[in-house]
């Protein structure tokens, strides 16, 4: 999938997140947000600007969110994204309670809506986790000029092709090509077992 699918996904097909940010103390606080509306480069959400959220927005400038999707753990779907944001106003708000109508039920008057603005979550990354395949699968992407950093576990050089990796791996996502292993990114489950099980150092995490 390409980044505006997964986007897309966690607006139509998940909807509520559980978002985190960081209070004045440096300490993290949820709260239970729902993505209005995306495009293929950024989400778009809304909050009162009387709510604490509202300020951590603000003073920050930054937040990271979960949106999972399952009827329990082994048919979930979760998707990842930390960010930047930035705060539009109240201009695109009529837009998206015509494309989320249940917001009028909250929010029933043109006065009331006034106490909303939008925030548009425009550069960051995020990881795609699905535990409903075998094995599982995972995905990152970037969007907003967000760097990509190459993260996970990886066999390197120095590995002897004794397989011990191999034998501790629970998503059997290992494989030789010639003498070395090479871990299947797409399938790794970053636990760690393999840097542990190799007797030369050859496993290395990034």
């Not at 103390?25 to 729902?34: N, R, Y």
């Not at 959400?45 to 604490?52: C, D, E």
């Not at 990509?148 to 990796?165: A, P, Q």
């Amino acid at each position: 999938m390409e980044t505006k699918d997964y986007l897309n996904y966690i607006v139509h097909e998940i909807h509520r997140t559980i978002v985190a940010t960081v209070d004045d103390e440096g300490l993290p606080v949820t709260a239970a947000i729902d993505m209005m509306d995306c495009d293929d480069d950024s989400l778009y959400f809304l909050t009162a600007k009387g709510k604490g959220f509202y300020d951590r927005l603000i003073k920050r400038g930054s937040l990271a969110f979960t949106a999972m999707k399952g009827e329990d753990t082994m048919s979930s779907v979760a998707v990842s994204i930390r960010g930047k944001v930035r705060e539009l106003g109240y201009d695109i708000i009529p837009e998206l309670f015509e494309k989320n109508p249940y917001m009028h039920q909250i929010y029933p008057t043109e006065e009331s809506m006034k106490a909303l603005t939008v925030f548009q979550i425009f550069e960051g990354s995020g990881e795609w986790f699905d535990l409903s395949k075998k094995p599982i699968e995972r995905a990152s992407f970037t969007f907003g000029g967000s760097e990509k950093k190459t993260e996970g576990y990886f066999i390197t050089d120095s590995c002897i092709g004794c397989g011990n990796c191999v034998s501790v791996c629970p998503q059997n996502c290992i494989r030789q090509d010639g003498v070395l292993f090479q871990i299947e990114q797409d399938h790794c489950l970053h636990c760690g077992n393999c840097m542990n099980a190799c007797p030369v150092g050859a496993v290395v995490r990034r």
